[in-house]
């Protein structure tokens, strides 16, 4: 009697379960559907666009150029005295200067390395603010010009390089962007903040000067870092986007070459492809920076997690996993998304090729199906590292593997010293 009386309670658990998840999915669609229609969609982009100048990470339309250099000026010189006390810190044992520089770490073992690895991270944040700025007002179409633009045709009515089902499929991604890109900034930034609050939390004092001392210090440095830290979270949410609505793009072109619409299969490989470019050229420096710096204190950090867990400090295990899951997250999602381009783009070039060979052309067409595919035989139609290297399977496959032989490197060479 017990065991039919568990198993029916166990068959009503899993027939409540079924029904249930339907339905939530069904009224999460729902409730995507209804903000990704047209006025509410427009209203979002422009909510959106108000967040990101009252937080001064991007002036996309050019409105505040004078007072956004100012305020990001001002930001940047304060961030540059965050890091000269941080670098400081990795250097002095003084007790003296260490409390009066307010460093929450300093009964820790490891208080170097978490204020080296703070140190990195900060830099970084900053640099990727100092890259925004130069991309907001040096060149004359920066990467973001195509929500301006897909803004504008979506005012008037009508499609932006894409088929009407894809504009639906992309629509109810970027609503959902849109709707979680504040909660995902604000969750990254808030759990940063925790992981350093328990420092001080959970730090033994001997008195209530140095913890007040501490504590202040803390929340000057926390308010100066909110802005680069926001910026770098709001331009990889935006980097991810952009890809999205081009494999998006992509896709429509494979749709519009089935259906045989020549010139515009043509026209849309062409604009793509320059899109593309662009986005290349503007993304070369950045791209550097992630796959030369980011991945070297990634795996670095990892090294230390795994081989000296016992010397390091609970509050230091908690920052350094937070911040190597984030970025680790954020390069695997580039590639994952970076690479179905390459895919796509493949694709296109093979029903090129079967066009070309099955069906004849005019002149103007010919003319633009050698120019597309003298740029795919180059390898010049794809999202690219460094403007150089091709964004692909292949390279993520390299990219672990020699991420994995620079930890054996560490641990074989660190280890035996």
């Given amino acids: 009697m017990p065991c039919s009386c568990t198993h029916c309670f166990a068959r009503l658990a899993e027939n409540l379960e079924r029904s249930r998840l339907p339905s939530?999915?069904?009224?999460?669609a729902t409730i995507i559907d209804t903000k990704s229609s047209k006025c509410n969609l427009l209203k979002l982009i422009e909510q959106s666009e108000a967040y990101e100048l009252s937080?001064?990470?991007?002036d996309l339309r050019g409105t505040k150029r004078k007072r956004f250099l100012i305020v990001s000026g001002i930001s940047l010189l304060l961030n540059?005295?965050?890091?000269?006390?941080l670098l400081v810190l990795c250097w002095t044992d003084n007790e003296t200067v260490l409390m009066v520089l307010g460093d929450y770490f300093r009964t820790n073992r490891d208080r170097k390395l978490v204020n080296y690895y703070c140190f990195i991270?900060?830099?970084?944040?900053n640099a990727i603010k100092i890259f925004l700025l130069f991309l907001n007002y040096s060149f004359k179409k920066p990467f973001t010009f195509v929500f301006t633009e897909y803004?504008?045709?979506l005012e008037n009515g009508r499609l932006y390089h894409l088929t009407l089902e894809d504009d639906q499929s992309f629509r109810r991604f970027y609503c959902t962007t849109l709707l979680t890109q504040k909660f995902t900034i604000e969750i990254v930034y808030f759990g940063f903040f925790a992981c350093h609050l328990s420092a001080i939390l959970f730090n033994s004092y001997n008195n209530l000067l140095s913890m007040g001392i501490d504590f202040f210090v803390f929340c000057i440095q926390f308010s100066v870092i909110r802005s680069p830290l926001l910026s770098t979270f709001w331009f990889i949410l935006k980097s991810f986007t952009v890809i999205t609505f081009v494999n998006y793009n992509l896709k429509s072109i494979i749709k519009k070459g089935e259906k045989r619409e020549i010139e515009t299969f043509f026209y849309q490989q062409i604009w793509c492809y320059n899109y593309m470019d662009k986005m290349n050229i503007?993304?070369?420096?950045?791209?550097?920076?992630?796959?030369?710096?980011?991945?070297y204190i990634v795996v670095l950090?990892?090294?230390?997690?795994?081989?000296?867990?016992?010397?390091?400090?609970?509050?230091?295990?908690i920052l350094l996993t937070f911040g190597i899951s984030v970025i680790s997250m954020t390069i695997c999602v580039l590639h994952f998304i970076g690479s179905l381009a390459n895919k796509k783009t493949y694709q296109i070039c093979i029903f090129t090729h079967k066009l070309a060979r099955y069906r004849s052309l005019d002149l103007l067409a010919s003319l633009k199906k050698l120019e597309i595919l003298d740029r795919t035989a180059a390898m010049s139609?794809?999202?690219?590292?460094?403007?150089q290297i091709l964004l692909n399977n292949y390279l993520t496959l390299v990219y672990a593997l020699e991420c994995g032989s620079l930890y054996l490197l560490f641990c074989s060479n660190m280890n035996r010293n």
């Fill in 24 to 28: 939530c999915s069904r009224y999460l």
């Fill in 55 to 58: 937080k001064w990470i991007f």
């Fill in 80 to 85: 540059f005295l965050v890091l000269l006390r």
């Fill in 121 to 125: 991270g900060i830099f970084l944040l």
């Fill in 151 to 153: 803004k504008d045709y």
């Fill in 282 to 295: 503007q993304y070369d420096a950045v791209t550097v920076l992630i796959y030369t710096i980011v991945t």
């Fill in 301 to 317: 950090i990892f090294y230390h997690l795994t081989n000296y867990a016992e010397t390091l400090t609970y509050t230091s295990e």
């Fill in 381 to 387: 139609a794809a999202f690219k590292i460094n403007n």
